[in-house]
C-alpha cells in the first residue's frame, strides 16, 4: 500500500500543530510512521488521501456505533443545521435528549450536557466534592478521565502511550488531591479509605477499563466499590464515556447490575458530534448552577446539531437492541481469529469490547498492561493497516465494533490476523 499522500500531510501538518495533530494517540507515536490522513468513511471503511480503503476498528474511538455515515443521523443532523448551529439558548432537543438518556440510564435522574468526556468528567467531579464539601477523589492507575489537570495521574490513553503519564504543566498542588488505586485491587481502595475515611468525595471508575487496552472488572470489584463507597458517605462515579450506549443500551451500570451515584457520557451521546453528559441523583446535580453553588456552564453545551445526533443514534439503539447481540458475535469471532493466531498474547474481553495484549501475563490492572511487548504489537499493527485493516495505533487501546461490520469483513480481518501471526 501506498501512503504518500498521508505522509505529505503530515509532514506539513508538523508546521501547524504539536506532533502534527489535534490529539497525541491520532501521531502513531507508538507504532511508527505517519499517521492515516482519512478522506471520508461509509458504514465500516474508511478512505484515506492515498485512495486506500480500510475496515475500520477505531470507528472514531467509540461513538460511530452504527457506522459511518449511518442514513437517519445524517439526515437528523443535515435537517438540524438547517434550524440553525447554535443559540446559546434552550432547545425542545436537549429535552428529548435529556428523555431518552434517562429511559436507557434510570440512574441520571438530573443532567447537564456539555461538550466533550473530558469537561463530563472534570465537572462531574466539582459535583461531587460540592455536595459532599470533601476534597479528595479516588481514581485508578491506567483509568483515563480525559485530560482535565486533577485526573492526569498515571492516566492511560494517549498518556500513556506517551510514556508520560503525568503531564508536565499542571502543578503539583493540583493533584494532592487525587488518590491512586489499583484497578480491581480491592486492598488499595480500602488503605485509602482507612487514610482518609472523612475526605474523600468520590471514587471515579471505569466500569470497564478501557484505556490500558481492555482490562475487565473482577468479579464483585464494582459491587465492592459500591458498597465502600456507600459506607463512608463517598460517591460513585462511573465514567460511562467508552461503556455508556456500547455494553448494551443501559451501559456498565445496566450489563453489572451495579448502580453508581452518578454517571459520565460522551462519544455515542452524540452520534459522532461533540457532546458530553453528566448527571445522576437529582439531590447531587441539584448543586449545580443556577440551581446550586457549583458552577458550570458552556457557550456550546447542549449543542442543537449534536443533540440531533445523539437523538437519532440513542433512538436506533433502543429500537434496534439486536445491535448489541450482533456486535457481540462479532467481536467473538474476531477474539476466536486471535486466540488461535496469536496463541502468545492475552486477548481481554468485555462484551462486544475487546483488546489483545502482546504479553503471556494474564492482564488484570495497570501493571500488568505494562507487560506487553509493544514493539510487537506496532508490527502486528502495521501488516494489518498494509492489508486494509484499520486498528488503534497503540498497544493500550481497544477495538471498536459496529452494527455496519458486515460478515465478509469479519471474516477477512480474521483471515488478515491470520497472516499477520505468520509475519511477526
Ligand atoms: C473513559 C473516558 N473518559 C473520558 C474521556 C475523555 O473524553 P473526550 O476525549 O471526549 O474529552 C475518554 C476519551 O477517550 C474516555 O475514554
Not at 491520532?26 to 492515498?50: L, W, Y
Not at 449511518?70 to 436537549?94: H, M, N
Not at 445522576?280 to 448543586?287: A, D, K, L, P, V
Not at 506496532?378 to 495505533?393: C, K, S
Amino acid at each position: 500500500m501506498k501512503f504518500e499522500e498521508s505522509e505529505a500531510l503530515f509532514e506539513e501538518s508538523r508546521n501547524y500543530f504539536p506532533g502534527g495533530v489535534n490529539s497525541p494517540v491520532r501521531a502513531f507515536g507508538s507504532v511508527g510512521g505517519a499517521p492515516v490522513f482519512v478522506k471520508r468513511a461509509s458504514g465500516s471503511h474508511i478512505f484515506d488521501e492515498d485512495g486506500n480503503e480500510y475496515i475500520d476498528y477505531v470507528n472514531s474511538w467509540g461513538p460511530s456505533i452504527l457506522g459511518h455515515g449511518y442514513g437517519p443521523v445524517i439526515d437528523a443532523v443535515r435537517e438540524a443545521c438547517l434550524d440553525g448551529l447554535s443559540f446559546g439558548a434552550p432547545t425542545k432537543k436537549e429535552l428529548v435528549l435529556g428523555g431518552l438518556i434517562r429511559e436507557c440510564i434510570p440512574s441520571m435522574e438530573m443532567m447537564r450536557m456539555v461538550s466533550s468526556g473530558t469537561e463530563a468528567v472534570m465537572s462531574a467531579i466539582r459535583a461531587a466534592r460540592g455536595f459532599t464539601g470533601r476534597d479528595k477523589i479516588v481514581k485508578f492507575k491506567g483509568c483515563y478521565h480525559g485530560h482535565s489537570d486533577g485526573l492526569l495521574v498515571k492516566a492511560g490513553s494517549g498518556a500513556l502511550t506517551g510514556s508520560a503519564p503525568d503531564s508536565a504543566g499542571v502543578p503539583a498542588s493540583y493533584t494532592e488531591h487525587t488518590l491512586l488505586a489499583t484497578y480491581n485491587g480491592e486492598e488499595s481502595v480500602k488503605t485509602l479509605f482507612e487514610q482518609f475515611p472523612q475526605s474523600i468525595a468520590a471514587v471515579v471508575v471505569e466500569p470497564v477499563a478501557a484505556n490500558m487496552g481492555l482490562v475487565p472488572p473482577s468479579q464483585g470489584f464494582l459491587e465492592f466499590l459500591r458498597e465502600i463507597t456507600t459506607r463512608y458517605g463517598a460517591l460513585l462515579i462511573f465514567d460511562e464515556v467508552i461503556t455508556g450506549f456500547r455494553m448494551g443500551i443501559g451501559g456498565a451500570q445496566k450489563y453489572y447490575g451495579v448502580i453508581p451515584d452518578m454517571t459520565t457520557l460522551g462519544k455515542i451521546a452524540g452520534g459522532g458530534m461533540p457532546m458530553g453528559v453528566y448527571g445522576g441523583r437529582r439531590e447531587i446535580m441539584e448543586t449545580v448552577s443556577p440551581v446550586g453553588k457549583v458552577y458550570q456552564a458552556g457557550t456550546l453545551s447542549g449543542n442543537p446539531i449534536a443533540t440531533a445526533a445523539g437523538i437519532a443514534t440513542i433512538k436506533t439503539l433502543m429500537e434496534r437492541p439486536e445491535i448489541y447481540k450482533g456486535l457481540e458475535e462479532k467481536a467473538g469471532r474476531l477474539i476466536s481469529a486471535l486466540k488461535e493466531a496469536l496463541p502468545d498474547t492475552k486477548v481481554n474481553q468485555a462484551g462486544s469490547l475487546f483488546s489483545v495484549f502482546f504479553s503471556k501475563t494474564p492482564v488484570v490492572d495497570f501493571e500488568t498492561a505494562l507487560t506487553s511487548d509493544t514493539k510487537k504489537y506496532a508490527a502486528y499493527f502495521h501488516y494489518l493497516l498494509d492489508h486494509g485493516i484499520y486498528t488503534a495505533p497503540s498497544q493500550f487501546e481497544i477495538l471498536f465494533l459496529s452494527a455496519a461490520h458486515t460478515d465478509e469483513d469479519i471474516e477477512k480481518t480474521c483471515n488478515i490476523i491470520k497472516e499477520a501471526a505468520s509475519h511477526l
